[in-house]
């Protein structure tokens, strides 16, 4: 049980050093924060926690606390629209969970589809694993 929030409030939750979220969200922040602070309460109330880089702080090393984060996290799951498969930021976080995942086997990517997004039109090989991996995750 926990204290209550109003709805639509993000909750911002510090992570204290060496304990870490199960979930990493990440988002393209101008046209899908509504929908990851959605994700993000429907996780909290089962009791999974969850981050995103809307939480970085004024002054802290955003690359830094990215890496951090992705490096720690049991599940990577991007939140997929068509700006956020344009955004640079966006390609760099998946580009380093996909090494990640290859060294460590963590963290496990679980893609969200917000909207169709063709494979042929955004970053060829990174739309396609998503499409696979979340094909393989409805299938299993």
Not at 53 to 71: D, K, L, Q
Not at 99 to 116: A, D, G, H, S
Request: aromatic share 8%.
């Amino acid at each position: 049980g926990g204290g209550g929030g109003g709805g639509g409030t993000e909750m911002t939750l510090k992570v204290p050093e060496g304990k870490w979220p199960d979930v990493f969200i990440s988002l393209h922040v101008d046209s899908t924060r509504s929908q990851a602070t959605a994700l993000r309460n429907f996780l909290t109330a089962a009791g999974i926690t969850s981050w995103m880089c809307t939480e970085i702080g004024a002054g802290v090393n955003y690359r830094h606390e990215i890496v951090r984060m992705a490096s720690n996290c049991r599940v990577f799951m991007p939140l997929i629209n068509s700006r956020w498969c344009l955004s640079g930021e966006c390609e760099w976080e998946f580009n380093l969970v996909q090494r990640l995942n290859i060294q460590k086997k963590r963290p496990e990517i679980i893609p969200v589809f917000l909207e169709t997004v063709d494979p042929d039109e955004y970053w060829i090989a990174m739309v396609r694993t998503l499409h696979k991996r979340s094909l393989e995750i409805i299938c299993n």
